[in-house]
């Protein structure tokens, strides 16, 4: 079966900083691997995915993510933190065996603070 | 803005009673995807319907039902409402039915009050 952990369900970075919320996977075959962000009172946006090649994954925002398949982990980075960017992060990774539907991870909130 | 809609943006009920939410994916996309969110369970899967056909079931419960029509859009059909069924209902849409590059487009979801 499927599934995503997020270690943390909160993650505190001072602005400017770099920052990192941190997904682990298991999965049966290959992964297929998502990052959205949920900002309040609004649905699910879509930010980067990595479906196969270059092990770093460039996003929208300035968001990237690094796939790490012996640790198992696809961990969403930005080199410095907004204020902006504080939200509700949500991993998922793709079950092709079930209609392609997401699995989420249980979501990281993020603050950034000025 | 993803290109995928919902109404209505909120819903407040009552116990017992039954609601429609509606949902229209991007232009072009053939694929709904029916998604819960309550502060219990998290993010979950209900349903997928690829071009009017359902193609995948989650933990949807038998109160629930969904369809899609000719024109694309879904409506997800909850019945016999209970508090615990209150919760943040997410549309998502792609183009494709599951191809491993899909990605899929959320809408701004309904929020849904039992009381």
């Known amino acids: 079966a499927q599934s995503v952990a997020q270690p943390e369900d909160q993650v505190n970075v001072a602005e400017g900083n770099p920052l990192t919320v941190k997904c682990t996977y298991s999965v049966s075959g290959n992964p297929y691997l998502f990052w959205y962000v949920q900002y309040p009172n609004r649905g699910l946006q879509f930010l980067l995915k990595?479906?196969?090649?270059?092990?770093l994954v460039k996003g929208s925002y300035g968001f990237e993510a690094e796939f790490n398949k012996s640790q198992t982990s696809f961990h969403l980075k930005k080199p410095s933190a907004l204020v902006s960017d504080s939200a509700l992060y949500f991993c998922?990774?793709?079950?092709?065996?079930?209609?392609?539907?997401?699995?989420f991870g249980q979501g990281t909130e993020l603050s950034v603070k000025p | 803005d993803s290109g995928v809609t919902q109404t209505p943006k909120h819903l407040i009920t009552a116990t017992g009673q039954r609601v429609t939410l509606r949902c229209s994916p991007r232009s072009g996309d053939l694929s709904v995807y029916w998604y819960q969110q309550s502060l219990d369970q998290g993010l979950q899967f209900l349903i997928q319907?690829?071009?009017?056909?359902?193609?995948a079931k989650g933990n949807i419960l038998e109160r629930f039902s969904a369809q899609q029509f000719p024109d694309l859009h879904s409506e997800l059909n909850l019945s016999s409402l209970e508090l615990g069924d209150s919760a943040l209902y997410f549309c998502?849409?792609?183009?494709?039915?599951?191809?491993?590059?899909?990605?899929?487009?959320f809408g701004p979801g309904t929020r849904l009050l039992v009381l």
């Open positions: 998502a849409s792609s183009a494709l039915s599951s191809g491993a590059q899909e990605t899929q487009y």
């Open positions: 990595y479906i196969t090649g270059d092990n």
């Open positions: 319907y690829y071009n009017g056909e359902e193609r």
């Open positions: 998922a990774v793709r079950d092709p065996y079930q209609g392609g539907k997401l699995i």
